[in-house]
């Protein structure tokens, strides 16, 4: 129990208690993990609804500076410079051997002003490289202490514009300050249409009372959180992406333009150049169990001689889906969407079949 002992609290925990939420350790903090609801009902209202999480353990970086975008442009496989004000971009941190140390959110807010969202797990490292990296750099990073929340689900843009929220115009992958001190982006972690709003915590006590009052918004915890964002084929760092995986293998290079491959002035710019001309050495593949019995993070994958071909990355149930649904990596020859495969679980093999990401459709708003 010490370790249980040291974690952080979310300065909503009060709310959290008050609204019969279980909590659960991840990433040194206590969470919700889930509500009353359950995770079932949890997910399936969000994918039918509003969900409200509280994602207050991520960590904002509030970077300004006349040397801000060409730090970003070094630290990240990113083109700061070339974001539009109020443009999102999907970039990582990467090593010298082009592994992903993180998996960020990066946003213009204007000029020389760039919102960081980073993942809650490594934002202690995060910020140590950061401002290690920008010590060559004339600008200033401040770790901002907010609030931070999430509505997802198709009447989130609704709710919040009863609410009387600014935003509501967003357009996908786009954020900015509605308010001093406040931070919103429309992005998501769950494939459906949603917004994030980072806030001062009185700011946040009096919206989660206006959003909860709407009828269509209830809590969602982390476990709902992550079958959601399965589902959707979203990876969660630290399991489906990680120090050891790059965004080759990832299938991830979408996220670098070509631009910013052939100027090759980020950290990890040889390695990943290298990487892209082998090709990747394995591939990241949605998988199906055969049967109602879910696989877990971290089950070897064998083929039907028993010659191991992979590994389980996130595993659950999926409530939209309907069957168990999971991700993992197989090798890059390895067969086409429907080839059998097996897990390996306490000593029996779960039949699997390779499976296209995402299992549920993508509705992001796209204007």
Same mark, same amino acid.
């Given at each position: 129990m010490g370790a249980e002992k040291n974690l952080k609290s979310l300065p909503l925990d009060d709310l959290h208690k008050a609204a019969g939420a279980r909590f659960g350790g991840f990433a040194g903090w206590s969470m919700p993990i889930t509500y009353p609801l359950g995770v079932m009902k949890e997910h399936l209202h969000t994918r039918e609804k509003a969900g409200l999480f509280d994602i207050s353990h991520m960590q904002l970086f509030d970077i300004a500076g006349p040397g801000t975008a060409a730090l970003l442009s070094h630290i990240c496989p990113l083109d700061a410079d070339a974001l539009a004000t109020g443009q999102s971009k999907y970039t990582f941190f990467l090593n010298e051997q082009a592994g992903i140390l993180d998996d960020l959110i990066v946003t213009r807010l204007g000029g020389d002003h760039f919102?960081?969202?980073?993942?809650?797990?490594?934002?202690?490292?995060?910020?140590?490289?950061?401002?290690?990296?920008?010590?060559?750099?004339?600008?200033?990073?401040?770790?901002?202490?907010?609030?931070?929340?999430?509505?997802?689900?198709?009447?989130?843009?609704?709710?919040?514009?009863?609410?009387?929220?600014?935003?509501?115009?967003?357009?996908?992958?786009?954020?900015?300050?509605?308010?001093?001190?406040?931070?919103?982006?429309?992005?998501?972690?769950?494939? #459906?249409?949603?917004?994030?709003? @980072? %806030?001062? /915590?009185? $700011?946040?006590?009096? &919206?989660?009372?206006? +959003?909860?009052?709407? #009828?269509?918004?209830?809590?969602? @915890? %982390?476990? /709902?959180? $992550?079958?959601?964002? &399965?589902?959707?084929? +979203?990876?969660?760092?630290?399991?489906?992406?990680?120090?050891?995986?790059?965004?080759? $293998?990832?299938?991830?290079?979408?996220?670098?333009?070509?631009?910013?491959?052939?100027?090759?002035?980020?950290?990890?710019?040889?390695?990943?150049?290298?990487?892209?001309?082998?090709?990747?050495?394995?591939?990241?593949?949605?998988?199906?169990?055969?049967?109602?019995?879910?696989?877990?993070?971290?089950?070897?994958?064998?083929?039907?001689?028993?010659?191991?071909?992979?590994?389980?990355?996130?595993?659950?149930?999926?409530?939209?889906?309907?069957?168990?649904?999971?991700?993992g990596y197989v090798g890059k020859d390895f067969g086409p969407i429907g080839t059998q495969v097996f897990a390996e679980v306490r000593g029996n093999r779960i039949a699997l079949h390779v499976h296209s990401l995402p299992f549920t459709p993508h509705r992001y708003h796209k204007g």
């Open positions: 919102m960081v969202v980073a993942n809650a797990g490594n934002a202690a490292a995060d910020e140590a490289h950061l401002r290690d990296v920008a010590k060559g750099f004339d600008c200033r990073i401040n770790a901002l202490d907010r609030v931070f929340l999430a509505i997802q689900g198709p009447q989130a843009v609704d709710v919040l514009r009863v609410a009387g929220v600014p935003g509501t115009e967003l357009a996908f992958m786009h954020g900015f300050e509605p308010k001093p001190g406040w931070f919103m982006s429309r992005s998501g972690y769950t494939g #459906e249409d949603g917004f994030e709003i @980072g %806030l001062p /915590a009185d $700011d946040a006590r009096e &919206l989660v009372t206006a +959003l909860l009052a709407d #009828e269509r918004v209830a809590w969602v @915890g %982390l476990a /709902a959180r $992550d079958s959601l964002r &399965l589902e959707a084929g +979203l990876c969660l760092h630290g399991h489906d992406i990680t120090p050891e995986i790059d965004p080759v $293998d990832a299938g991830l290079t979408w996220a670098i333009s070509k631009p910013v491959r052939e100027k090759a002035g980020f950290i990890g710019a040889k390695a990943l150049l290298d990487k892209i001309t082998k090709g990747a050495a394995r591939k990241r593949v949605g998988l199906k169990p055969d049967s109602r019995q879910p696989v877990r993070s971290d089950s070897i994958l064998v083929d039907i001689h028993g010659n191991v071909v992979g590994v389980v990355t996130s595993g659950g149930f999926g409530p939209s889906a309907g069957f168990p649904v999971a991700m």
